[in-house]
């Protein structure tokens, strides 16, 4: 039985044949002219529900124009299917080079008939990389201090943030892939663009080891919370887990007025951009209270995603930002300590 599915004014179109055990066996992805966090609800909610069996990948004709999170998003959804089970058209845009120099198609062993010459990237962009251990990682964040343009003090905050949430990906995701990042600098903008992907088991199942979250958006409002993890009901996780990492990303995010977004089984969180305030910074240990958007009602994504837009502008002394960052955590931590022991206890 074959379906094919054209959502009216949705950049990304969906084929699919249902086989007796009612799963797609093909998925069809288009890389638009426009995905970016601002206007990312459209892409996600294109995805199909089942994993796919196989891939097909199309693109706009003039112009490939995608965030980082989209691209790794598209590497491990293709990582779950045989090379030979992917299926690309002959690319027309003249930015077809970007998905060739940003390694899609070898990553995911395709031939893509794309030929360039390879520019230095240091600085500019981190390729589609998948890091699969411990040493990868590192590798990793040798790679992203380049491309922070930070001076030695400020870009340490931010390559242990974003150590902390590769490795929660392969301590807890449970993703044979392990985790797909990719990263841009922008110059015009001087901002980077960085996307952490990964289909495991998604915040749900780990979060619910230790916390009661009934939804994927409950989950979601966990983990951003500061000194929640799925490892322990303790506040302020344990000493090797402190729960921060998706908090502290989101707080930068916040200052900055960058978008910021997370992803999982049918629930997304994106924060939006807020209006430029002078005064003292003020953050909301609860998600919710800040400005965002999103729902529980997306395509499930088996998995995590995790897409940041980071302004390196300094317009914020950042050493004040990491103070008022610890601060509002550790307010959240000793506020919960405290209303679990007023918890009524029975004997």
């Excluded at 230095?120 to 990389?129: C, H």
Aim: hydrophobic share 40%; proline share 4%.
């Amino acid at each position: 039985m074959v379906i094919s599915v054209l959502l009216p004014g949705i950049p990304v179109k969906i084929a699919m044949f249902i086989n007796s055990n009612q799963f797609p066996v093909s998925m069809k992805i288009h890389l638009s002219n426009s995905a970016f966090l601002g206007n990312i609800d459209t892409f996600l909610r294109s995805f199909n529900r089942k994993k796919p069996e196989e891939l097909e990948i199309t693109a706009h004709k003039k112009w490939i124009s995608i965030h980082p999170v989209v691209l790794s998003m598209v590497a491990a959804i293709g990582l779950t299917v045989k090379p030979e089970n992917i299926h690309c058209e002959r690319l027309e845009a003249k930015s077809k080079h970007y998905l060739e120099r940003m390694g899609l198609f070898r990553l995911l062993n395709i031939d893509s008939s794309i030929c360039m010459t390879e520019h230095e990237s240091s600085g500019r962009f981190i390729p589609l990389t998948r890091i699969e251990n411990s040493d990868d990682m590192a590798r990793f964040i040798t790679d992203m201090i380049p491309l922070l343009h930070l001076e030695p003090d400020q870009a340490e905050p931010i390559k242990h943030i974003v150590a902390e949430l590769v490795r929660n990906v392969l301590e807890h995701s449970g993703s044979e892939e392990g985790a797909i990042v990719c990263a841009q600098y922008y110059k015009k903008t001087n901002r980077i663009s960085l996307g952490i992907v990964d289909i495991g088991v998604g915040i749900k199942k780990t979060i619910s080891m230790s916390h009661d979250a009934p939804t994927d958006s409950d989950a979601l409002r966990l983990a951003l919370m500061p000194g929640i993890t799925g490892t322990t009901r303790r506040g302020g996780g344990t000493e090797f887990n402190a729960g921060a990492g998706l908090f502290l990303i989101k707080s930068i995010a916040y200052v900055n007025r960058d978008f910021f977004m997370l992803y999982s089984g049918k629930a997304m969180y994106k924060l939006l951009k807020s209006k430029e305030d002078t005064g003292k910074i003020m953050l909301n240990a609860d998600p919710l209270r800040d400005k965002h958007s999103g729902g529980d009602d997306f395509p499930r994504w088996q998995g995590t995603v995790v897409g940041i837009d980071m302004s390196l502008d300094n317009r914020r002394d950042f050493s004040i930002l990491l103070d008022y960052i610890w601060e509002t955590y550790s307010k959240a931590i000793k506020e919960r300590r405290r209303a679990r022991y007023r918890e009524a206890r029975f004997i």
